[in-house]
């Protein structure tokens, strides 16, 4: 594919009734005059460099190859089930006393380990593992989020903390003996946090590739040109992010069942499926499949670097300096703000709403990893025909990206609300068989397309030029968020000796959250706010007279303090 420059943006290009013109400075919200058409240009469309070249197939295909790796089902899913496993086998029954065992047949259900000079209840230390890498995950996106902004040094941080969950996730054929469950959980600690820091970096690609792409750029030479106007423009610039996003998270889905797949192969046959590394097998097997399709991103992505690191910056504090920086522009970008606060809570509630069925479930089905991979299997076969179905809708319809996320986002909240009636019977409520394949098909249906929309509102209110800024604040939102919840749960169910009653906590915090989302986040003027933000810096840095006034995101914000 060529590498055909972008259009100038240094001037709108002229036409017989000067529409793009008109429509650019309706929506930017300024006042008609010959003399402010680069500036109203400026503030309504997202910059984009001479120097980033169009998107290639092949790039797009290995961004979208190294999500089908970075499928979650080793470091999310498999990694837990195994700590949970060997601290179950390690600990003991409470009502029993020391030496008894967690999974003799007429145990009581409950099961401690030592812990602090005390003893702590096995589905506690899971929650407190999950909550520890939380934290972790706030520390790293609030220190060296944003600086992945600068130069390439994104691009590299993406490849390390890659490194580090595949050596991780390697690493789990240590794992052979119930006395090892330490080690356990801190190679799920290391592949968790590493694990969600990919997630968060490799979405903050997204807007600038999506930016790049062939379509895009027609898109804007046609509205440069007057033959489309912004509305139209900006509704289709909208479906073109949510066709890469939404095809992107298929492509996560498909590698889900690729690896699933695969595990079977290990799983059925004797004798290796009865072998006792069987299990720490599957896990290499998964992370071997993610080495085979993510390494092609890092070959074929193509350099879009930003700034070089401002004189006297420092790449472990340029971080802390720009969130405190965007966080002071919260009341010109509200909807963005609104957005960030709501989802930390929303995400805090899910993500742990999650890890506790997971407990429920890998408690009923005994941590068997061949039940896990049925059920997973049932999970990621919905979610990839409802990701196809659910873009498919939103496209012949012209469905706008909130409102496609409300409708998912409406079985996030009944997710905990089923559990919380476990409480009070066991007819529903994760106790029955049917209920954990009942809650995996829903999940995949609804919540694959949900994480797809969610990524797509933030790309659509971040201010273009500051990808690693916001989706780093979004990371804090999405992966990092979740320290609130696991810490709240673990406590409850330590006092009361029930999993079951974190439940309603947990609907009461997606509830509450995504009430926020559905009438406090206007996406179409958040969108329109954001670009001109990062207009204004833009222009300010020309009136400046400085070198490169194209606007490039980080450092503009540093220079404009």
Known sequence: MSQTPPPDMSAPKASSDDKGSIDVVASGGLEKHPNDLVEASAIALAPVSPNEPIV???????????????????????????????ATSA???????????????????QCVLPWAGGTKAVASIVLIANGVSFAVMTLIFTTIGSAADYGTFGRWLLFAVTIICWAAQFASMSLTEPSRWGVAMALFMIGFISYGATLVFYAAAFPRLARNTPHARKLRDMYESGQVSFEEYEREESLEKNKISNISTAHSN????????????????????????????????????????????FIFQQPRPGPPLPKGESYLTIGWKQLWLAAKQYKKLPYTFIYLFSFFLLAD????????????????FEF??????????????????????????????????????????????????????????????????????????????????????????????????????????????????????????????????????????LFALCAAASLIIWFGVDVQKGRRDAAKWAGDLRLERKAAGVVGGEGHGSEDLVRSD
């Open 56 to 86: 290639t197939r092949k790039e797009l295909w290995a961004y979208y190859m190294y999500y089908n790796g970075d499928n979650g089902v080793g470091p999310l899913g498999f990694s837990m089930t195994l700590f949970q496993s060997l």
């Open 91 to 109: 600990g003991y029954d409470p009502v029993k006393g020391p030496g008894s065992s967690c999974l003799a047949p007429d145990a009581s259900g």
């Open 254 to 297: 498909i590698g889900y069942i690729v690896v699933l797949c695969l595990n079977l192969a290990l799983l059925l046959p004797k004798p290796i499926s009865l072998n006792p590394k069987v299990n720490n097998y599957c896990l290499v097997l998964i992370n071997g499949w993610w080495v085979i399709a993510g390494i092609w991103w």
């Open 349 to 364: 509630g899910l993500n742990t709403t999650g890890t506790l069925v997971s407990i429920c479930q890998n408690d009923k």
């Open 368 to 505: 068997s990893f061949l039940q896990n991979t049925y059920l997973g299997l049932a999970q990621a076969l919905t979610s990839t025909a409802s990701t196809f179905g659910f873009w498919y809708i939103q496209r012949y319809w012209k469905i706008s990206t909130k409102k496609m996320f409300v409708i998912t986002n409406v079985f996030t909240i009944l997710i905990p609300f089923w559990g919380m009636l476990g409480i009070w019977t066991e007819k529903i409520g994760f106790h029955n068989v049917w209920e954990f394949w009942a809650y995996n098909v829903v999940f995949g249906i609804f919540q694959a397309p949900y994480y797809a929309f969610s990524q797509t509102m933030m790309a659509e209110l971040s201010p273009p030029g500051y990808d690693n800024m916001f989706f780093g604040l979004f990371g804090l939102s999405n992966r990092a968020s979740s320290m609130i919840g696991p810490n709240v749960i673990q406590a409850i169910i330590d006092k009361s000796g029930d999993n079951w009653k974190g439940f309603p906590f």
